[in-house]
């Protein structure tokens, strides 16, 4: 079992929590409720992630698979029938648990991104950090977790992930209240609402805004999380700056992108990247 810390930071006159802090723990947290592991166990495959994996199917199969916040095991079943050399990684233990529980014998690893020490140097073909996972870490610990994804692949080796678009039309967004005739549905929205609203004024204080990225209080999960979102142009420089070159990019319908791509309907941005040789 993984140790979290409560990392302070003194700022006179008082005292706030780091935002290292809030944008991991806090978002562990809620991937540990028992009713979010449901709903991702019974997540299905995106588009995007459906045109990428048989488009590139040929660094998949029979391959070393490295599969980073598997979670309930939504990318198993597709990754494990084509390669058997096949690990699914995620941090919180209730996921890892209900995977387990689905895929008798499939090798399942509680870790961190930012520590991949189970793996070794250059091991794996193909990496897949799905579902934005790597924008539930703090800016610096995402750094950490792509210098550990990079170390483990091997010459060339793939990495497919998701980010959440920062060009996205609704990245910003305030609580509001779904009117309906229903009125046990008018109750259940009224209730979301009421959390959210409760949420986000909690947690938007912790918001970050910098130039290659922002910090959002964003409405997953109503409004508990602190989220990373990046550009596309921010997001390539990033990569290229650790090693990997972008090969493509797919919004959330499947369509390729280009850097100059108008993009502000897609919630995320799906990335092909490649480890240079």
Same mark, same amino acid.
């Given at each position: 079992m993984y140790?979290?810390?409560?990392?302070? @930071?003194v700022e006179s006159p008082t005292r706030r929590v780091s935002h290292h802090f809030i944008n991991w723990s806090m978002?562990?947290?809620n991937y540990e409720k @028992? $009713?979010?592991?449901?709903?991702?166990?019974?997540s299905q495959l995106q588009k995007p992630e459906l045109i990428i994996f048989e488009k590139y199917q040929e660094h998949i199969r029979g391959k070393c698979l490295l599969d980073i916040g598997c979670g309930a095991g939504r990318t198993t079943s597709y990754l494990y029938n084509l390669s058997k050399n096949y690990r699914g990684v995620d941090y919180s233990l209730e996921m890892i648990e209900a995977s387990r529980v689905r895929f008798k014998g499939v090798c399942f690893i509680q870790g961190d991104v930012r520590s991949l020490n189970m793996i070794e140097d250059g091991l794996c073909d193909?990496?897949?950090f799905s579902y934005n996972g790597l924008d539930s870490v703090s800016h610096e610990g995402r750094l950490m977790g792509l210098?550990?994804? $990079?170390?483990?692949l091997c010459r060339n080796g793939m990495f497919v992930f998701s980010a959440h678009n920062r060009n996205h039309r609704e990245a910003?967004?305030?609580p509001r209240?779904?009117?309906t005739l229903n009125v046990p549905t008018m109750i259940s929205n009224i209730t979301k609402f009421l959390l959210s609203t409760y949420? $986000?004024?909690r947690n938007k204080k912790n918001q970050q805004f910098e130039e290659e990225y922002c910090i959002l209080n964003d409405r997953a999960h109503n409004y508990a999380m602190l989220t990373y979102y990046i550009d596309k142009k921010s997001q390539i420089s990033q990569l290229m700056k650790i090693g990997f070159e972008v090969i493509e990019m797919f919004d959330t319908f499947g369509n390729v992108l280009g850097q100059g791509s108008d993009d502000g309907d897609s919630a995320w941005i799906y990335y092909v990247a490649r480890k240079r040789g």
């Open positions: 140790v979290f810390s409560l990392i302070i @930071k978002n562990k947290k @028992k $009713h979010i592991v449901s709903s991702y166990a019974h193909f990496v897949l210098r550990e994804i $990079h170390r483990v910003s967004s305030q209240v779904t009117f949420n $986000h004024t």
